[in-house]
């Protein structure tokens, strides 16, 4: 089994910084890309980066030019960088991951975090 712990989340003043990590740990053959989602109160759940095993990297319109997401294979681990955050930004942060999780199968699963909780204030 796979697990994700996801962590960083806080409370911060608007135009301050937070970094969310997310570690995988379990049976990971290999990591092939891994996200990050946020849910606020009465609204759907969306995606706000992701990153492919390769590097490449994709934002919500959101959040371009602010947050920045990035991994280190050899650790299993990815990261959100998020500056200049607005309250608008207030949510449960949900890390996600595509993993293949054993040598022998070639089927990839989808994992999430616990969630953390990032609340910007005015």
């Known amino acids: 089994q796979v697990q994700l712990v996801d962590s960083g989340g806080g409370l911060v003043q608007a135009g301050g910084s937070l970094r969310l990590s997310c570690a995988a740990s379990?049976?990971?053959?290999?990591?092939?890309?891994m996200g990050w989602y946020r849910q606020a109160p009465g609204k759907q759940r969306e995606l706000v980066a992701g990153i492919t095993s390769g590097g490449s990297t994709n934002y919500a319109d959101s959040v371009k030019g602010r947050f920045t997401i990035s991994r280190d294979n050899a650790k299993n681990t990815g990261y959100l960088q998020m500056n200049s955050l607005k309250p608008e930004d207030t949510a449960v942060y949900y890390c996600?991951?595509?993993?293949?999780?054993?040598?022998?199968?070639?089927?990839?699963?989808?994992?999430w975090g616990q969630g953390t909780q990032v609340t910007v204030s005015s």
């Open positions: 996600n991951a595509l993993v293949s999780p054993s040598p022998f199968t070639t089927t990839i699963r989808s994992y």
């Open positions: 379990g049976s990971i053959v290999s990591i092939n890309y």
